[in-house]
């Protein structure tokens, strides 16, 4: 190889390049149209970036690293196909990778310059360490409860969250020792371990509508724990790439939380999972005006505007295919339709995005809540797909509500509201809907799939005659 | 080694603060996406596992850094190719087909 090829100045400019492909990728994300030359300026950067880092001068040997990329691409590119239904989980376990790897360089980094690691290498590589390894097994944790191969339900137990503070405490006063000293090599494995028992921990009190924030939060401490890793190595270039996922995480954490009206500094210190709410209020059958997918075609077809609201029960009934020919046949009537979006409907953020975009619902009748919200009022259908908290309106006016304040799609300002629904039991929170006993709304009893299927052969067959 | 520390401070901040605001403008239409792409990028540390597992210093950094190529090349190849394919779906409401 070529001296001149090897230099530092030169793999430094390369770095440089990639640097500004990077954040010119995450520009361009935000208009639909130009998203995906966002991914190609991001392939290029990264392209350029690996390939920079093989002419280091320092690597003596190549084979590992080749067999590394190898290995990486192929379980990579099986990652890369999931079925769209699978993101969520696959995004947990994306984090969890990134944290792996982080956690791992910062180890061998430890062992190799301890015992003398000056004070400051050794505070980054604390946290480097930390946030890696309570990001791996909170973020496999997470992905299992998405996956469902562990239980969803959300276990509590008294004093949880002093127990998960304290093992963190002590895990930071482990690195402040060896900060101090960082001659104990020792303690190094205990620093390594707490976390990653933290990470169980942390998501064991964890239900499903708590992981758009749950996984908004891993990946902006995926973000620093690689950011604290570009501190370690001296690397601008994963600083940024830190500080940007960092960031990133960080907004759409504040994002969920606002959404879900939890305070931030819950969400910092990773008290989701509240007290678990019985829903107290005796089920004191309450009546309910129920219809037929007849009844309900017919008043959908003699709409002029209607707004569809899916929740994560459109996603568990496959049910978006379906709610595509709904939209196409109301479309063909001349019916105005748009989709509400609330920002924690599903499992992560833009979960609803994603299913209606896959079943090539166009993007601009995809409408978020802040841009629909002032519709309700002038809409004569509200159909309610599988979602049921975000839609509740003792959220807005019921102080003893546990939800009141977390901030709503206005459902029930619509002319006529209809829920598709499996039962009368109530949500995920345990929170009865005061929407569903309106004299306006008509209960949709069924499967969202099979229900919204036949609301789209009513429309076909019998409409016009 | 102060002024490089110094210098490294300064570029986390500035990184920091150019991430709030070009993410703060993206639309919630496109989280999803956006967050598999930062993942993607963010996978940038295989450069560090390269470096390290490449110098060969000891057995233990080498298993190591193979191992964190592997787990940082997976989440580069599955990052952009999921982006991609769901970014692939956004369509505007054009003229009918």
């Known amino acids: 190889m070529t001296n001149w090829l ?64 190898v290995l990486g691409s192929i379980i990579g590119v099986p990652l890369g196909m999931v079925h769209m239904t699978a993101v969520p989980q696959r995004t947990a376990l994306s984090h969890a990778f990134g944290a792996f790897c ?35 097994t909170g973020s496999l944790m997470a992905a299992g409860k998405l996956q469902e191969v562990l239980p969803q339900r959300p276990i509590t137990y008294k004093g949880q969250n002093v127990v998960n503070l304290s093992l963190l405490a002590v895990a930071i006063g482990v690195a402040g020792y060896l900060v101090h000293d960082s001659s104990h090599v020792h303690l190094f494995p205990v620093m390594l371990i707490i976390p990653l028992v933290f990470g169980v921990l942390m998501i064991i009190p964890i239900g499903g509508a708590d992981m758009p924030t749950v996984i908004s939060l891993l990946n902006s401490y995926a973000g620093l724990s690689a950011a604290a890793m570009g501190f370690v190595l001296d690397s601008k270039l994963l600083i940024i790439a830190g500080a940007l996922d960092g960031a990133s995480g960080f907004i759409l954490s504040v994002n969920m939380s606002k959404a879900m009206n939890r305070s931030f500094t819950n969400v910092l210190f990773g008290a989701f999972g509240q007290e678990q709410i019985t829903s107290a209020a ?39 295919h379906k709610v595509r020919e709904l939209y196409d046949s109301l479309s063909k009537r001349g019916v105005d339709v748009k989709f509400a979006i609330h920002p924690v409907a599903g499992r992560m953020p833009g979960h609803m995005n994603v299913l209606l975009a896959e079943a090539d619902i166009p993007y601009d009748k995809l409408l978020d809540m802040d841009e629909v ?27 003893s509500s546990p939800i009141y304040g977390m901030p709503i799609l206005d459902v029930d300002k619509a002319r006529t509201v209809m829920v598709i629904k499996r039962g009368m039991s109530p949500g995920f929170a345990g929170i009865d809907n005061p929407l569903y006993y309106l004299d306006k709304t008509l209960m ?22 | 080694m102060k002024m490089d520390l110094l210098t490294s401070l300064y ?72 982006t991609d394919r769901m970014l692939k779906m956004f369509k505007a409401s054009g003229p009918k087909k």
């Not at chain 1, 090897?6 to 149209?33: C, G, H, K, N, Q």
């Open chain 1, 282 to 320: 005796a089920e004191a059958a309450r009546p309910v005006h129920s219809a037929t997918a007849e009844e309900a075609a017919a008043i959908l077809s003699a709409a002029n505007k209607v707004i569809i609201v899916p929740g994560y029960g459109m996603a568990v009934a496959q049910a978006q």
């Open chain 1, 444 to 465: 949709l009893f069924g499967d969202a799939k099979s229900f919204v299927g036949g609301l789209v052969r009513e429309l076909s067959g019998g409409g016009q005659n």
């Open chain 2, 11 to 82: 570029v986390f901040m500035l990184a920091g603060f150019i991430g709030f605001e070009v993410i703060r403008k993206i639309s919630p239409l496109l989280h999803t996406p956006l967050m598999s792409l930062t993942n993607a990028l963010d996978a940038i540390a295989v450069v560090g596992a390269i470096i390290l597992t490449g110098e060969h210093r000891s057995t233990l950094a080498t298993i190591l850094g193979t191992l964190a190529i592997i787990a940082a090349t997976s989440n580069v190849v599955g990052g952009f190719l999921i």
């Open chain 1, 373 to 399: 919200n002032g519709d309700f009022p002038q809409t004569d259908v509200a159909l309610v797909i599988g979602a049921n908290d975000v839609t509740n309106p003792a959220a807005r006016n019921d102080a």
């Open chain 1, 6 to 69: 090897a230099t530092d100045t030169f793999i430094e400019i390369i770095y440089l390049v990639a640097t500004a492909l990077f954040i010119l990728s995450l520009i361009w994300m935000r208009s639909p149209t130009t998203a995906r030359r966002g991914v190609r300026a991001g392939e290029l950067g990264m392209a350029l970036a690996i390939g920079g880092t093989l002419l280091h001068h320092g690597i003596v040997e190549y084979r590992w690293i080749l067999i590394g990329l």
């Open chain 1, 102 to 136: 982080v956690t791992l360089v910062g180890t061998a980094e430890f062992y190799l310059r301890a015992p003398a690691v000056p004070r400051f290498m050794m505070a980054v590589l604390s946290m480097e360490v930390i946030l890696g390894a309570l990001t791996f």
